[in-house]
């Protein structure tokens, strides 16, 4: 039988565990709090830094720079992902005799859903990645202990000029991944599975719905600021030397990639949970 003292020290621990996680949470909410607080001052006081991170989040640095960076990296993936979307989608309704409609499936699964998930897996990837490293390695350099010792405010400096820069950079990015997905899915049915041009241009252009696009590019842009803000928070509060760098980045890309899926499945039903404007009959 378990005695009254381990019952009562296993209830302390457990108390004490959510304590913890409480008080984590709470950390992150007002670090998330201050860093969009601090947006506008990074606009005002620093737009050099804010353009030098532009150019560094969507062509890279380096020898990162050779390969283009975010923009080469991410256009490949929702391009194969609409080639993906192609030809799983053009067997599956031709084992029903309705393989011509492939092009309303590309108009209305890449805008809806693997557009912006693969976009967000893409912002997490490389973005966020880069971000909480840099941050991180500079924690435990004690650049940014530095920062505050020379009275410059380390969070609109680091954090909000990244946030900024991100936010900036998303919108291209995203509408280069759309335009990948729609590009490779019209390939790869016209060309590779051989449909007629004029039947996928007919039914991609009748369903391709504009205000799903925008509200596609408004989802890439919440991604965007809730990637950056998870990445930027772990960088900045690394600890535990070169490797706490990488338990840092491994622990941000997971929680932003639950993150990316958390936020496309609430707007996909903010949006389309009762909608009824699909109509396929003629």
Known sequence: MISASDAIGSLR???????????LVGDQVLFYLRSVLSVGRAARAYRDETLRLISEISL??????????????MGFLTFFAGATVAVQGYHALGGVGVEAFTGFLSAYVNVRVVAPVTAGVGLAATIGAGTTAELGAMRISEEIDALDAMAIRSVPYLVG????????????????SVVAAFLSSRITTVLVLGQSAGVYDHYFGTFLNPDDVLWSFAQAIAMAV???????YYGFHTVGGPAGVGVATGRAVRLSLICVVTVT???????YGSARQLHLAG
């Open 60 to 73: 890279g640095t380096g020898i990162l720079a050779l390969v283009g960076g975010s923009v080469v990296i």
């Open 13 to 23: 621990r457990r108390a004490g565990a959510v304590g913890r996680t409480v008080d």
């Open 265 to 271: 499945l609430l707007i996909s039903l903010a949006l």
């Open 161 to 176: 000029t990244r946030l900024l820069a991100g936010l900036i950079v998303v919108v291209p990015l995203y509408a280069l």
């Open 226 to 232: 809730v990637v950056m803000l998870v990445h930027t």
